[in-house]
């Protein structure tokens, strides 16, 4: 016969008299208002005192810092992703008369929500676009002469 635990639920017993055993469950909740799909489980004899970081939060915080979302692309700082693009950008060729440069970047609305995207099975995802200028060095009665072209 199994025997129940202080920190245990007793959720009744089958036919043979055996006690079934239910965990206690306490859900984590976030201030930044993220939903769990899963609830924490605790199968400790005392309770927990001290409170360990919301390592989801952190993430998401680190995720929004690098990405720079919600900040308009002129009043970006130089970190995380545009960052990356600053120090691989300006490209030039072989020869040095064309050079392909960063301009901005910006994060659209994702085509469905993450609702849509579990019922269809799909990744949820949101397109990240750059706008990036081709120009030439070129003398203008040059054949390798082309005009600056945006495009993103």
């Keep these: 016969m199994a025997v129940a635990n202080e920190n245990a639920q007793s959720s009744g017993s089958d036919n043979n ?6 965990p206690k469950v306490r ?3 976030s201030g ?6 899963r609830e924490r489980i605790n199968f400790a004899k005392e309770e927990i005192t001290s409170h360990y970081p919301d390592m989801l939060n952190i993430q998401v ?3 929004d810092e690098f990405l720079q979302e919600k900040v308009a ?13 600053n120090s691989n950008f300006p490209i030039l060729d072989n020869s040095e008369i064309f050079q392909l440069e960063f301009i901005e ?6 085509k469905y929500s993450e609702s849509e995207c579990r019922e269809r099975e799909l990744t949820y995802s949101k397109p ?14 040059s054949e390798d002469y082309i005009d600056a072209v945006e495009q993103e």
Excluded: C, M, W
């Design 105 to 110: 970047y910006l994060v659209e609305k994702p």
């Design 61 to 63: 915080d680190a995720y």
């Design 17 to 22: 008299g055996v006690v079934t055993l239910e």
């Design 27 to 29: 859900k984590l909740r």
């Design 32 to 37: 930044r208002g993220i939903v769990r799909l």
């Design 128 to 141: 990240l676009k750059a706008k990036l200028r081709l120009s030439s060095k070129a003398d203008k009665e």
């Design 73 to 85: 692309p002129h009043n970006r700082i130089n970190r995380g992703l545009q960052q990356v693009f």
